[in-house]
C-alpha cells in the first residue's frame, strides 16, 4: 500500500520494509481502545480506510474488521475483478449502499454483488453478466429500494428475458427507483405489462435504456389502434421521474404518459427515428399541449437524436410551445431539442413566461436568432445551464446578452458558426461558469486570452473542430487564472496542433485529469514524452492525467508505448489510442498496467461532464480513490500481497 504522508514511526523501518517488531514506539492499539478505533474508522470513505490501513499494523487490521459493517461500499474507479472483491466484501449485515464497475465481473459474481441488506444497488458496464442478475436480486435482496443496472448482457450469447424481470419486481416490493440503462426490446411478451403490477404503487422514478413503442404502449395499458388513449386509471399513481428512449415520439405516447401518471414532475423523453415520421404519426403541436394535464411538471426534456436521420419535430410550430405554457409556466428546466419550425417569438415566450427556469436548451433550433436573448436582462431569470448547440444563426450578440445572467455554470455553444472572440469577452467574465463547450467555432487565439485571463473558474473546457487555433494558443489561455481549475480539456481535430502546444500544456503545469487530442495529424512522441515527465506545482511528479485519448494522432510510434509503463501516467486509467500499434504492443502494455482500459477502435472515451441523458450539462467533480491510487501505483505483486493482509 501507498505509505502515507502522516506515517507514525511505527509503521515503516527505515528500509520501507514491514513495521520493525524491535521498534520501541508504542502500537496503535494501545494508545487507543479498539472499540474507538473502530468507530473512528467506520466514519470514513473507502479511499481513507485504505489510506489509514497503510499507516501501521493495527490500523491494518482495524480496517480489515472495519470492512464488515461499513454501510455504503462505493468502488466505480476502477472495475475490480470477482478474486478482488471477494475479502473487499465480507459478510456485512449493515451494508446498505453497494456501487461497483462490473466490467471484468461475470455470472459467477452475482452471489457476491446481491446482498441481502442492500437498499441501494448501482452497477456499471454489466455486458458480461445475464439476466440471472435481475432473477437474483429479486430472490435475495428484498429491502432494495434503489436499482441502476448499466448495459446488461450485451455480449454476444447472454439472455435476459421478462421473467427475470417479473421475479425481480416480484420480490423487490420496497422498490422505489429503477434505472434500466440498457435495451429492454428482449423483455417482450404478451403479460409485459402486467409484470409490473406489483411496482405500480412504490414506483417513484423510472428510467429505460430503450423501450419499443408496441411495450411502452402495453405498459401504460393502452390501445395501439386508436389514436386518442383509452380512459383509465393512472398506472403508476406515485411515478414522479420518467425518463425513456423510445423510437419516435408521437402525440399518442405524450398523452397517454401525461394522463397515467398524475404524480409526474420529471419527464424526459428521446428519440431517434430511422426513416421520417408521417405527420400523423409525429408529435404535434396539440400533442404538445396535452403534456402537464396536473400541471405538476417541473422537469421537461424532448430531444429528438440525428443518430441516424437528419430529422426534427417538423410538425410543431411556435403555436404550440405557447399553448404547452399555459400548463407549464412553473418549469425549473426545459430541453426542446431538434424542433426546427419554432422561431425566436416560441422560444423567447418560454424565457418570458418561466420565472423560475433555471436551465434551457434550445440545440437544434435552425431559427434561433439574436433575438431570443434580446429583453432576457429585463426578466427576473436566474439561469444555471444553458445549451445552444447549432444554432447557426446565433452570433456574439446573443451571447453578450445571455451572459448578464451571473449564475451561468454551464454554457454549451457547439456548433454555433457564427460566433468569435467577442462572444468569449462576454463569457469570460462569469464568476460561477465551470463548463464551456465552443467545438466548431470561429474562435482564435485572442478568444482564449480572454478566458485565460478572465474571472471564470473553468473545470472543462471543449475546443474541438475549431480550426483556427494553433500552438501560440495554448500558451494564451494558460496565461491566466484557469490554470489553477481547469481539469478536462478537449483539443481533438485541431489542424494546426503539434508537439509544440502540448509541450507549452505541460510547461503550465496545469493538473489535467482529462485529455483528448483525437485526430490531431501533427501530435507526436514528444508531447508523450512532456506529458508523462510534466512536473505539479504541488511537488508531485508525473501527469495527473486519468484519461488520455490519442486515437488517430498520426505522430505516435511504437516507441511511445514505454511511456505508459510504469513508473509513467500513474493515474491514468483510461487509454484511447490507434490500433496500428499492433496487438503485441498493446498486450504488453495491459500486462504491464492491468488496471488500464485501451481502447484502438475509435470509441469516445467516457461521458465527458455533458451529453447525459437525466440530467443534461451536469457537472460533478471527480476524485481520484484512494484505492485506486493504491492499485495503480504500487507494484501488482505488492499490491496483490498487501490486500490479502488487509483482509486476512
Known amino acids: 500500500m501507498p505509505q502515507s504522508e502522516t506515517e507514525t514511526p511505527r509503521s515503516r523501518n527505515s528500509t520501507g520494509g514491514e513495521p520493525d517488531p524491535a521498534d520501541p514506539s508504542p502500537a496503535m492499539d494501545h494508545i487507543l481502545p479498539s472499540s474507538i478505533l473502530s468507530t473512528v474508522l467506520s466514519n470514513l470513505d473507502i479511499r481513507s480506510l485504505v489510506a489509514a490501513a497503510s499507516t501501521s499494523r493495527s490500523l491494518h487490521s482495524s480496517a480489515a474488521h472495519t470492512l464488515s459493517f461499513l454501510p455504503s461500499f462505493h468502488f466505480v474507479e476502477i472495475a475490480p475483478t470477482l478474486d478482488m472483491l471477494r475479502p473487499l ?15 471484468r465481473l461475470d455470472d459467477s459474481s452475482i452471489e457476491c454483488l446481491a446482498k441481502a441488506s442492500l437498499h441501494e444497488l448501482c452497477l456499471l458496464n454489466c455486458e458480461n453478466l445475464s439476466g440471472r442478475l435481475l432473477a437474483e436480486l429479486g430472490d435475495k435482496c428484498r429491502d432494495l429500494r434503489t436499482l441502476s443496472v448499466n448495459s446488461l448482457a450485451e455480449r454476444r450469447g447472454l439472455s435476459k428475458g421478462c421473467s427475470d424481470l417479473k421475479q425481480l419486481l416480484n420480490g423487490c416490493l420496497q422498490l422505489e427507483s429503477l434505472r434500466l440503462a440498457f435495451d429492454v426490446s428482449t423483455f417482450n411478451d404478451p403479460k409485459f405489462d402486467h409484470v409490473w ?23 401504460f395499458s393502452l390501445s395501439v389502434q386508436l389514436q386518442q388513449p383509452v380512459h383509465h386509471a393512472p398506472t403508476f399513481p406515485n411515478l414522479q421521474k420518467l425518463c425513456l428512449s423510445v423510437d419516435c415520439i408521437t402525440d399518442n405516447i405524450v398523452r397517454s404518459i401525461s394522463t397515467a401518471l398524475p404524480s409526474l414532475t420529471h419527464l424526459d423523453l428521446q428519440d431517434a427515428p430511422i426513416i421520417e415520421p408521417r405527420p400523423s404519426s409525429d408529435l404535434s403541436s396539440a400533442g404538445l399541449q396535452s403534456i402537464n ?28 410551445v405557447m399553448l404547452m405554457l399555459e400548463t407549464c409556466s412553473k418549469l425549473e428546466s426545459i430541453c426542446l431539442e431538434g424542433f426546427s419550425c419554432v422561431t425566436d417569438l416560441g422560444f423567447k415566450e418560454i424565457i418570458r413566461s418561466c420565472s423560475g427556469l433555471r436551465k434551457l436548451s434550445f440545440s437544434h433550433g435552425s431559427q434561433v436568432t439574436d433575438f431570443v436573448f434580446s429583453d432576457i436582462s429585463a426578466t427576473s431569470l436566474s439561469l444555471t445551464n444553458a445549451s445552444l448547440r447549432r444554432c447557426k444563426f446565433l452570433s456574439n450578440v446573443g451571447i453578450e446578452r445571455l451572459s448578464s445572467n ?10 454555433c458558426l457564427n460566433l468569435g472572440d467577442e462572444a468569449l469577452k462576454a463569457v469570460s467574465c462569469l464568476p460561477k461558469l465551470q463548463i464551456l463547450l465552443l467545438d466548431r467555432t470561429g474562435i482564435t487565439g485572442l478568444g482564449l486570452s480572454y478566458l485565460g485571463s478572465g474571472k471564470c473558474p473553468l473545470v472543462s473546457l471543449s475546443l474541438r473542430g475549431c480550426r483556427r487555433l494553433t500552438d501560440k494558443c495554448i500558451a494564451s489561455l494558460f496565461g491566466g487564472s484557469i490554470r489553477l481549475s481547469l481539469q478536462v480539456l478537449d483539443l481533438s481535430r485541431l489542424p494546426c496542433l503539434s508537439n509544440i502546444g502540448i509541450e507549452a500544456l505541460a510547461r503550465s503545469r496545469v493538473p489535467i ?11 507526436g512522441d514528444n508531447s508523450l514524452m512532456a506529458l508523462a515527465s510534466m512536473q505539479l506545482d504541488d511537488g508531485t511528479h508525473g501527469s495527473s492525467l486519468q484519461l488520455l485519448d ?19 501516467f500513474p493515474r491514468l486509467r483510461l487509454l484511447g489510442i490507434t490500433g496500428s500499434l499492433t496487438t503485441f504492443l498493446l498486450d504488453a502494455l495491459s500486462r504491464n498496467r492491468p488496471f488500464l482500459r485501451t481502447v484502438c477502435h475509435g470509441e469516445e472515451l467516457g461521458t465527458g461532464y455533458w451529453d447525459t441523458n437525466s440530467n443534461w450539462n451536469r457537472y460533478e467533480e471527480d476524485h481520484l480513490d484512494e484505492i485506486e491510487q493504491w492499485l495503480l501505483e504500487e507494484d501488482l505483486a505488492d499490491a496483490d500481497e498487501d490486500m490479502e493482509e488487509l483482509l486476512e
Request: aromatic share 10%; hydrophobic share 40%; charged share 25%.
Open 197 to 219: 403490477a406489483a411496482a405500480l404503487e412504490r414506483l417513484s422514478s423510472l428510467e429505460i435504456g430503450y423501450i419499443p413503442v408496441t411495450m411502452l404502449l402495453k405498459l
Open 550 to 568: 490519442l486515437y488517430d494522432c498520426c505522430g505516435i510510434t511504437a516507441l511511445a508505448i514505454r511511456w505508459f509503463k510504469k513508473p509513467y
Open 406 to 415: 451571473r449564475d451561468l455554470n454551464v454554457l454549451d455553444l457547439r456548433d
Open 89 to 103: 466484501l465480507p459478510p456485512n449485515p449493515r451494508l446498505r449502499s453497494l456501487r461497483l464497475d462490473c466490467s
Open 513 to 523: 485529469v482529462e485529455l483528448r487530442m483525437r485526430e490531431c495529424r501533427h501530435i
Open 293 to 320: 394535464p396536473y400541471g405538476k411538471l417541473r422537469h421537461i426534456s424532448l430531444i429528438r437524436s440525428q443518430e441516424f436521420l437528419f430529422t426534427s419535430f417538423r410538425q410543431v410550430n411556435d403555436f404550440g
